[in-house]
Each structure stands twice: as C-alpha cells, then as structure tokens.
C-alpha cells in the first residue's frame, strides 16, 4: 500500500530564511504528488501538483523519483507563508480522487 | 460559486447513536470524497463517490457508509457510534471524471462522541 511520510510535525523558520518542508512517499507505480495547505481559520486547499511544475506563492516542488521524495521549498519565507502543510499522493491511471496524505507539518515563520 | 458546503458544523452523540453527515459539492462537481482527521491519524480517507457510484472504499469498518444523491449531494452515515469515532468529517468535491487530485474542501462537520 502506498504512504506518506513528512517527518517533521512542527517546523520554525525566521521571516526571510530557505524553507524546506520534506516529503517522502513509497510507492512503486506512477504516482502523482500534491501539497494542500490549510491557512489558520481556512479551508484545506491545494497548493501546487507536481505535474504542473510551476511556483504558487513562490513555493516549488520537484519530484525525485530515485529518492521518492516531494520536498516543498521557498527561498525566503514570510510570515503569511506560516500554515500546516499537508503532502499528498495519488495514483495515476485509477480513475479516482483517493489522496492518501501525509501527517502534515505545521510551519510557523518567526519575525 | 459558492463553496464545499457540509451540514452540520458541530454534533455531540453519545456511544451506540448514528449520525449522518450532509455534504454539498460545487456546483457542476460530480465526484465526492470524504476524509476523517484526527490528530493521531490525520487526514483518512473513507470513500469517493461520483455519479451515485461508490468509485473507491478506504480502510473503515461497514458502520461507515455513504450515498451519492442525483444531484451530486452526498451523506455519510456512522452507525453504532464508538468514541474513538470522535474526529473532524472532511468532504471534498472534485470536477474532473478521471480524477485529478485537484479536490475541493468544505469546512468538515465536527462530531464527539461521549
């Protein structure tokens, strides 16, 4: 069965400092990755999907294949980035919606 | 559009009671999923429906149940309640047939179970 692993449940950052929130998965098919994050008093919401390999909010994420990991990484944080972070998989090619997510990592940017 | 909308917000039951939960995708979404989080757990996933059509089960026993109305509006069922049942209910509507892991959440129902 496929998981999720985000090591890290809590995570404090300096306004303006690299952010790096970890992901890793096992999964031996096709799979694909997203981050949702959930703002304080916000709905859980999609973030960005590795198939669309673009930067939301000055966030990216690459896939690595060989070391089945899916980190989420900023170059300079800032205080509204501060959120749980939820790393999520699916599986391509069922034909479904079934996410199987991670235990979140809630980030806090300190000013 | 309006949002993800899920009734009620906040519910108290006591052990061996049954709740359902109501769930209204965006309009034009045919696919529902719904997830329980708890804080031990997380985010779980309990089962998707798109057009009345259960697509896919997670790992819960049969006291959880779900439907799938012609109007896309789902209902999730929990009989014979457990306090370990005690979690924040989470339905997610999506708008693409195949699945595209793009899902859209609704504020989630929040039931205790004494």
């Known amino acids: 069965a496929q998981r999720v692993t985000q090591p890290e449940k809590l995570l404090s950052v300096f306004k303006g400092a690299p952010v790096e929130l970890k992901c890793n998965y096992s999964?031996?098919?096709?799979?694909?990755l997203f981050w949702y994050v959930q703002y304080s008093r916000q709905r859980l919401q999609l973030l960005l999907r590795?198939?669309s390999r673009e930067s939301i909010k000055g966030f990216t994420a690459d896939l690595n294949k060989g070391e089945t990991s899916f980190h989420l990484k900023k170059p300079f944080a800032q205080e509204e980035d501060s959120a749980m972070y939820y790393c999520a998989l699916r599986l391509a090619n069922f034909g479904n919606e079934k996410l199987t997510f991670g235990t979140g990592t809630r980030l806090t940017i300190i000013p | 559009k309006a949002g993800v909308t899920q009734t009620p917000r906040y519910l108290i039951k006591t052990r061996g009671q049954q709740v359902t939960l109501s769930c209204s995708p965006i309009?034009?979404?045919?696919?529902v999923s719904w997830y329980q989080q708890t804080p031990g757990q997380g985010l779980q996933f309990l089962f998707e429906?798109?057009?009345?059509?259960?697509?896919n089960k997670g790992n819960f026993p049969g006291r959880f149940s779900g439907r799938q109305f012609s109007n896309s509006r789902s209902e999730m069922n929990v009989s014979t309640l457990e306090l370990g049942d005690s979690a924040l209910y989470l339905c997610?509507?999506?708008?693409?047939?195949?699945?595209?892991?793009?899902?859209?959440f609704g504020e989630g129902s929040r039931l205790t179970v004494l």
């Open positions: 309009s034009g979404h045919r696919s």
């Open positions: 997610a509507s999506s708008s693409t047939s195949g699945g595209s892991g793009e899902l859209f």
């Open positions: 429906y798109f057009s009345e059509t259960q697509r």
């Open positions: 999964y031996s098919g096709s799979p694909e």
């Open positions: 590795h198939i």
